[in-house]
Structures are given as C-alpha cells and as structure tokens.
C-alpha cells in the first residue's frame, strides 16, 4: 500500500479547511436569508394594520438590534479570554517575580486593577453599542412628535437669524447674508414685507415687544429701527409633510439648495429706509434686542463692545466693554433691565442695570471655545452655548460652576429657550437640531430627510409658545427657514 507524502497529507488538509470554510459561509448566508424570509413571513402573515412601509421599517430596526447585540455578544466573548489571559500571566508572574512568590493580596489588587480597567472598557462599548439602538427608536419617536409644516424660501444667501413678533399680527422675521430682512406669514409662508435698508450682511433681527417696528443688526457697522405695516393672507390648506419623514437620511451637495432665483420676495411691499439708525460701533454689529419697555437697545459688535442706546434720541447711553475679542451675541432680560453679551474670548457677561446709579457686571467662565449665544430663561437661570461643543445652564446666584451641562457632537449656534415649558433648542453646525430639558436630558431630534430639515449648517432657533401652528423655528445656511409643529405634551412624556 502506497505511503501518502507529507506535503501530499498537508495538501488534502487545506483543501478539506478551505472546503468546510466555504460551506460554512454558505450556511451562515443560507441561514440568515432562512431566518430574514421566516420574518418577513411571520409579519406578513400577521393581521395588522400598520402600513407596509412602517411594518418593513419596524423589520429593519429590529434586524438592526439582533445584529447589533451578535456584535456585542462576539466581543463580550473575546474580552473574556483577555481577562483569562491577563489573569493566566499574573498568576504566572506571582511565582517567578525577584524568585519570590508574590503575595495573594498584591496578585489580587494588580488582577483586580487590570479587570477593572477592562470592564471599563466593555462598559464603553456597551454604551456605545446601546446608544446606537436607543439613537433608532429616538429618531422613529421624534417623527411623529416633531412635525416639518411649512418652509420659508426667499433669501439668495444664509440665513443667520429669526425671530417672531410679539404683538398682532404675528409674523417671522428672517435676517439674510444677502442685505435683506424679510417678514413672512407663518400660516402661508408667503413674504409680507422685505427691508434693504442696509448694505451689508443682516446679522440680526428682533421685533419690539408693543409695536410694529423691528431691530436689525448688520456688517454694516449699524443697526436699524424700521416700521412695518403688513396684512395676513388667507390661510391655505397645508400639506402633511409628515408623509416624507419616514425617508433615510442621506447627504446632501450645494446643489440641492433652494433656488434663490424663484423665490417669492420680489413682489412683496418693501422697505427701503429705517426710522432710526444707531451708528456708534467701529466693527461689524452681529446681534440686537430691546430691552423691556422697548425705550433702549443694545447692540454686540466685533469691535469687542456692546453699546446701549436711548432708541427715541439714537444717543449712546453706556458703552460696555471688557470683553478681550469679538462678540457673537446679545441677549435681555423679558422682564428685568439685565443683559447678556457672549464672545469669543470663551466668556458671556452679564450687565445688570436695575439700578440707574449702579452698572455692574458679572463674568461667566465656564466654556472652552468661542460663546455663540447666552439667553435668559425664566427666573434666575442662563443658558450658554459654545463652539467646545456643549451647552451649560447657569444660576445667576451662583456663577462658579454651571448646574447642567449638555455635551453634543457639533458646534452650538444660537439656543433658545421655550420659557414656558423650559425646554432648549440646540442648532448644530452638522445640520441637526436637538432638544433637550433644562436638567440636560436629551428629549428629541428633529427629522432630517433627503427631503426635508436644513441642508446645511442651522443657524439659529426660535420658539413661539402662543402660535397654534408652528411652535418652533429653525434657520439655516442652505436660505431657508422651517417652521415646526412640536407636541410638547408628548415630547415631555416621553421623557
């Protein structure tokens, strides 16, 4: 009988290997499509009355889930034998360290430090596994409490800010890179009103708490009071744009922004100059608001000041200044002479002018990066948002250390708070919107679609508690607005 060589046995060997891989991977694959078709089957077969596309969404998500904990499963098994390993090696060292045998106690705190630093990191991709999970059923819920109802195009550039008036009629108010501020119905998203007063960007706009005469801001190195008469449209139906939230998100090009060139602002009554122009500032004013009363304004500029101003006379009442570079935003008091102005030298400062022979100011120091925007909430609290990343909440009687902080993966444009329901609107410079309590608990994400949200960097949010239809405002880079219908009931229980 013929004696088989070795490389011949080696050969057989590998080929066996290779073969058995192969049929291996052949039911693994067999068995995956088995058990995705045994699934479909069962949810096919069930009497529902879920639509197909929610039920196909559900099998998606749960597909996800199963994968996701396989995933965690093979790893939880692979830390395992490193821990086995790890304590295999310590036990071998406590016998052969200096030919002396080292204590149980000291093999017990160095094996016990070791597993610690390994548990730690299983704790670490659990969590990041699970979020991933918990990320899915947040986006699902936030669609049906987060509603896209009407947009706002018109501008041919960014949008830096909005806003919402404070008396009848209601309107929104828009503040363009394009020189112009436009005014529009909310109802209908039809422009009511255009301003080109200013020859530079439009930086910022506010709507005086008891008239019709808004305040904008500008590159220009000014501010503008102007008045505006306008008339509401009849309202027309609006389209349920929750029927396209179930889309994926996808990435979008500057191709897909909206077409300035058909916008429906260039028939629309406008404004050419202002009432009152406030010129005191050597740099860019990037932010404006009335302080209560609306018989003052302040102003924030680049030039590293922040000016107050007697709006009847347009005379200079106090130059506030301290801040060490640029300032980003400015913000008062709804009811107390107070005012808040953030830089970029990481700090926000409050100006306290309650008393007319007192003028004192605070220092908050408590983030990393440039201070996007500071905003008064109800009672004595702040919230600051930062390029570093986070949002902070402070209590004016204690400024040395912030009483929540909320840490997110985007640089934080201007917040704004929903007094009533002290929930914060977080816009984002990769395009999201996030909200979150005051206590820093995440509570949605507004839907972003190929087909609807912002396409580029979300400049600004506004909320508008009284508003039956839209509650809540965004701003973007890509020129337009979007008007949200948030349930906050909802929002809050779900919390």
């Not at 995705?36 to 197909?52: F, H, I, N, V, Y």
């Not at 390994?118 to 899915?136: D, F, M, R």
């Not at 529009?184 to 200013?198: A, F, P, Q, R």
Request: glycine residues 6%; proline residues 3%.
């Amino acid at each position: 009988m013929p004696i088989e060589s070795g490389s011949c046995a080696s050969a057989r060997q590998a080929k066996q290997k290779r073969k058995s891989h192969s049929l291996s991977i052949r039911r693994t694959n067999s068995s995956e499509q088995e058990r995705a078709g045994l699934q479909r089957d069962m949810l096919e077969g069930q009497d529902s009355k879920l639509p197909s596309s929610v039920r196909n969404t559900l099998l998606e998500l749960f597909g996800q889930i199963e994968r996701e904990f396989e995933n965690l499963y093979i790893e939880n098994l692979e830390l395992r034998r490193e821990i086995d390993t790890l304590n295999e090696r310590l036990a071998g060292e406590g016998q052969t360290v200096d030919g002396a045998e080292l204590s149980k106690g000291q093999l017990k705190t160095k094996a016990s430090h070791s597993t610690s630093q390994l548990s730690q990191k299983l704790k670490t991709t659990y969590k990041a596994s699970t979020s991933k999970i918990v990320s899915s059923f947040k986006t699902t819920t936030s669609r049906a409490i987060c509603q896209l109802v009407k947009e706002y195009v018109g501008h041919r550039d960014g949008i830096w800010d909005v806003s919402v008036a404070k008396t009848q009629p209601v309107v929104l108010g828009t503040a363009s890179a394009d020189h112009t501020a436009l005014l529009w119905s909310i109802e209908t998203g039809k422009c009511l009103t255009k301003y080109v007063g200013h020859v530079g960007s439009v930086n910022s706009i506010k709507f005086h708490p008891t008239e019709q005469v808004a305040l904008t801001a500008s590159g220009d190195q000014t501010a503008h009071i102007w008045r505006y008469i306008v008339q509401l449209p009849t309202p027309q139906p609006t389209a349920d744009c929750n029927q396209m939230s179930g889309e994926d998100e996808v990435e979008f090009s500057d191709k897909d922004e909206p077409d300035g060139d058909g916008d429906g602002s260039s028939d629309c009554p406008t404004v050419r100059g202002p009432l009152t122009s406030l010129k005191s500032h050597q740099g860019v004013v990037i932010a404006a608001d009335w302080l209560v009363g609306g018989k003052q304004a302040v102003t924030a500029s680049w030039d590293r000041t922040a000016n107050l101003y007697d709006v009847e006379t347009s005379e200079l009442v106090h130059s506030l200044t301290g801040h060490d570079q640029e300032l980003t935003h400015c913000c008062t008091h709804p009811t107390q002479r107070l005012v808040v102005t953030s830089s970029r030298d990481t700090t926000f400062r409050l100006w306290d002018f309650r008393d007319p022979s007192i003028h004192s100011v605070n220092v908050f120091q408590g983030h990393t990066d440039t201070v996007t925007s500071a905003v008064f909430t109800v009672g004595d609290n702040v919230v600051s948002g930062s390029d570093d990343r986070t949002v902070k909440v402070w209590d004016l009687k204690n400024m040395r250390s912030p009483i929540a902080t909320i840490r997110t993966d985007s640089a934080v444009n201007r917040i704004n708070v929903c007094v009533g329901q002290r929930i914060i609107a977080l816009p984002h410079d990769n395009r999201q919107v996030r909200l979150f309590d005051m206590s820093g608990v995440r509570l949605a994400r507004l839907p972003r679609s190929n087909r609807q949200g912002h396409r580029r960097m979300v400049c600004c949010s506004a909320w508008s508690e009284d508003h039956p239809i839209c509650n809540l405002f965004t701003c973007g880079f890509d020129r337009q607005a979007i008007g949200w219908n948030i349930n906050i009931p909802a929002l809050l229980q779900e919390k």
